[in-house]
């Protein structure tokens, strides 16, 4: 049986990644594997089972038998851990950071890679993968690698009203240093750091509107289907 096609869309938080990616979805009738929601459920099992982030072997049993899930509608694309939907725990600031700091471990990287393709590989037709490192570890034979960013100061407006229309009310100066933060500890980690892969496709969302990008992306990925 053919592989179902693989597209992976990496960049930094706030690059409209996760829009782009459901819309995309929806479109195409492709699986969404949100590999950042992935990190983000062991990092809430870690914290319930009370595993510090520096300790590999408890990280270990973390993983040991996790299950992620996920199930979208027209609103969002909801995550199940072990069963039980934690699409908005997961979201949490305390969680982003935890988040944040479980993937910079080579046993969770490692331990999530079967997972990821598994995931994928179980689409019909297509997956859409949105991460950090899926053209570069996890699909370095995608069908299709994009890298998706822009300047810091749009992504964190973005994050910004992002919190708001939640509720949380926070300086967009907070914001951005706690992005800056993020986007350092991503790309400087010894492991599967964020960077573009050498042949993905580039796209500044800094100007562009991303129903534009979704666009730009659907073309790229019908152009690689297989008639
Ligand atoms: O995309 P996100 O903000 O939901 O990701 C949560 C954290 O997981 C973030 O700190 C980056 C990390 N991550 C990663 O290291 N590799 C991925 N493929 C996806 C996310």
Known sequence: MARPVIVAIDGPAGAGKSTVSKILALRLGFTLVDTGAIYRCVALKARRMKVAFDDPAGLARVLHGLEVRFLMDEEKNHVFLDGADVSEEIRTPENSLAASQVSSRPVVRDGLLELQRRLALAAEQGAILEG???GTVVFPDADLKVFLFADPTI??????????????????????AEQNRRDKEDSEREVAPLKPADDAVRIDS??????????QIESLVEARRPR
């Open 132 to 134: 950090r490192d899926i």
């Open 155 to 176: 992504r964190a407006k973005r994050r910004y009203e992002e919190l708001f229309q939640k509720g949380h009310e926070k300086p967009v100066g907070e914001v951005l």
């Open 206 to 215: 800094t100007q562009l509107p991303l129903s534009e990008v979704v666009h």
